[in-house]
Nanobody, 119 residues
């Protein structure tokens, strides 16, 4: 089992920045990828970014490329999402997730943290 706890959400004006953190505990050595997803009311959860836990390869949704940066501190078992140049359409609940397989769904999810960007 892997437990994930997000923090760092909040209210920010358009153009501002926020940094989300995801602290992982439990069997973190089994994680292959860590990812960030987001969801707004009435919409499906969408992929934002992911990072390979060992090796650091990163992947981004087109909508956030150049504005968001995912990083990890393996010693602290923590993944970050630095969000710059935020737009109102970035408003969502952001979820951290972990998966233990290269191909397949994310196995573990955090409880989510709200990000609200005002215009």
């Amino acid at each position: 089992q892997v437990q994930l706890v997000e923090s760092g959400g909040g209210l920010v004006q358009a153009g501002g920045s926020l940094r989300l953190s995801c602290a992982a505990s439990g069997r973190t050595s089994s994680s292959v990828f860590m990812g960030w997803f987001r969801q707004t009311a009435g919409k499906e959860r969408e992929f934002v970014a992911s990072i390979r836990w060992n090796g650091g390869s990163t992947y981004y949704a087109d909508s956030v490329k150049g504005r968001f940066t995912i990083s990890s501190d393996n010693a602290k078992n923590t993944v970050y999402l630095q969000m710059n140049s935020l737009k109102p359409e970035d408003t969502a609940v952001y979820y951290c997730a972990s998966k233990t397989v290269f191909v397949g769904p994310y196995n573990y999810w955090g409880q989510g943290t709200q990000v609200t960007v005002s215009s």
